[in-house]
């Protein structure tokens, strides 16, 4: 299967790991993902002003472009590039007169039909790829080993986006237990990890991660795992030193893990709270492997 | 009328001229009767120094051009800049990294673009100039470098932009980090370097004198590039990317 990728800015910055073991994994899956080959931010956040239709170009143009490949579906690895996106789409949809605007506004460059479509790799992977044939792949399952999920706001709000249940999503818990681990979970699993002030406030981040972490240890968890790059860079970062801190997963390097990958293939060295000695206390890579 | 005399009128500046046709801006300024000190360099294209705003008659949007490298039209309403400033953060070339983050530290404005494509279709070049910025804030350096490598620093994009981006000025130093940074180390260069500081390169320069047209034809036509340690391909950046410039036939320029 081929799909169309738009990664983002962030997958190719601060990320890079998540998008290495993405790649590996859906080799292992044999999905390709072709990278479009010219695209733009995404423009971060979705513009709450619907008549400033400037704020609005960056997405839309992204459909536009996709659509020019001939192609009306693309995938990203990006919580909030898929937001973004998705809530840009969404908007357009609603009134096709918006989308005329930004056409008219692109001086004629940009010729969107509305038709296009985001696609969240965990999406991809449940509705298309399915768990049953995630499951089938797995060769090293990641028995005795206890995960928390974490969500967070992209995936899941605005509901009109959501790519599950916003109230109680299942597809991380339905993804780890096809790889044979056993998930803990609790209600602070949707709570919004601060986000970007983290620029400004970094205290309110760190109690947040705080309360998420310290209920997914209460609940047994040795793991956390996510989607989300700025979500990653909150928890990986900022869980203070009362306890022992939690590893944090991107879903994509445990699939690689249970799919018995290379570790070098799964950017596992680019955290700041080390990944390996859970991975070792389990036996899930070998004894003395090198991750960088 | 205008057709048929051979005139056309512009505005320039507020005031109506008559020229004739087939004349470039620059030249049809000179004609109206201006003394170009300023605004005016190279008169080739290559310089940047002559960016002009008009608009048509005809249509409500503002156009943008080198006035050596546009033919006057009838109905032009044409103002020069001389040039658009830009604050350019200072930097030391020796004392940066090519790291992800470096172009946007050092012009954090483009975290700002909203990829609404007026400088690119404001770039007389015809370059990709949204895309190289886009580049840019994502880190790829090289692909920064390539986009904007015809850049003349005009500066037509930054004097569009609603997001202030200093477009040229990114790409000048996407180019020197790619360029001495990122850029593929050359042994047969540094190998050559080292044959030509022994100094003794008569016999070798004779030996070339001594050859016929034909002969040196053939040498360069067979010419070989360099392939670099890892990728035995022949190493040419350039082909990977969609760069505007006519392809260059080199047979021709040797018959001159």
Redo the contacts between chains.
């Keep these: 299967m081929q799909v169309a990728y738009y990664p983002g800015c962030t997958i190719k910055v601060s990320a890079q790991h998540h998008e290495r073991a993405a790649l590996a994994v859906l080799r292992a899956l044999n999905i390709e993902l072709c990278e479009l080959p010219e695209w733009n931010c995404c423009g971060v956040l979705h513009s709450l002003t619907d008549d400033n239709l400037i704020r609005h170009m960056a997405p839309i143009r992204m459909f536009a472009r996709l659509e020019e490949q001939g192609a009306h579906e693309m995938t990203t690895l990006c919580d909030m590039c898929f937001n973004t996106l998705a809530q840009a789409n969404t908007w357009a949809k609603e009134r096709p007169e918006r989308i005329r605007a930004i056409n008219s506004t692109s001086g004629g460059e940009l010729d969107y039909d509305g038709r296009a479509q985001i696609l969240h790799l965990l999406q991809l992977l449940r509705d298309r790829v399915g768990l049953a044939a995630i499951k089938a792949r797995v060769r090293r399952p990641l028995r005795g080993l206890t995960i928390y999920p974490y969500y967070g706001c992209k995936l899941l709000r605005p509901s009109e986006v959501a790519m599950d249940d916003p109230e109680t999503p299942r597809v991380l818990h339905d993804l780890m237990l096809a790889l044979g681990a056993t998930v803990a979970e609790g209600p602070l699993q949707t709570q919004c990890c601060g986000s970007y002030h983290v620029v400004d406030r970094e205290q309110l981040v760190t109690n947040r991660v705080a309360a998420t972490t310290d209920e997914a240890r209460e609940r047994g968890a040795e793991a956390l795992v996510l989607s989300c790059p700025l979500c990653h860079y909150n928890f990986d970062s900022f869980q203070g030193s009362n306890h022992a801190a939690l590893p944090i997963f991107y879903y994509t390097q445990l699939m690689g893990i249970a799919f018995g990958l290379e570790p070098e293939e799964l950017g596992l060295d680019a955290h700041r709270v080390a990944l390996l000695p859970v991975l070792l206390e389990h036996e899930l890579v070998p004894e003395g492997v090198q991750v960088n | 009328m205008s057709e048929q005399t051979g005139m056309i009128t512009m505005q320039l500046m507020g005031k109506n001229y008559q020229v004739p046709t087939g004349l470039t801006i620059m030249a049809a300024i000179e004609y109206a009767g201006y003394k170009l000190v300023r605004g005016a360099g190279c008169r080739g294209g290559f310089c940047g120094a002559c960016p002009t705003l008009y608009r048509r008659s005809d249509n409500h949007?503002i156009f943008t051009a080198l006035a050596c490298q546009t033919l006057v039209e009838d109905g032009m309403c044409l103002v020069q800049m001389p040039f658009v400033p830009v604050v350019s953060r200072r930097y030391d070339l020796h004392q940066i990294a090519a790291k992800?983050?470096t172009l946007l530290q050092h012009f954090p404005e483009i975290?700002g673009?909203?990829?609404?494509?007026t400088c690119t279709?404001a770039c007389p070049q015809g370059l990709?100039v949204?895309?190289y910025v886009?580049a840019s804030?994502?880190?790829?350096i090289e692909r920064a470098a390539m986009l904007s490598f015809d850049c003349i620093a005009c500066g037509i994009c930054s004097s569009r932009c609603?997001a202030d981006i200093k477009h040229y000025a990114v790409g000048l130093l996407a180019r020197r980090l790619y360029g001495k940074y990122v850029t593929p180390d050359s042994p047969q260069l540094a190998a050559r370097v080292a044959e030509l500081q022994t100094g003794n390169l008569i016999a070798d320069l004779n030996a070339l004198m001594a050859l016929s047209q034909e002969e040196l034809r053939a040498r360069y036509e067979q010419r070989t590039f360099e392939t670099s340690e890892e990728n035995k391909e022949p190493f040419s950046a350039i082909q990977h990317y969609n760069s505007p410039m006519d392809p260059v036939d080199y047979k021709d320029e040797i018959e001159v």
């Design positions: 949007r992800p983050n975290a673009c909203v990829a609404c494509n279709r990709q949204m895309d886009q804030l994502r880190g790829d609603p």
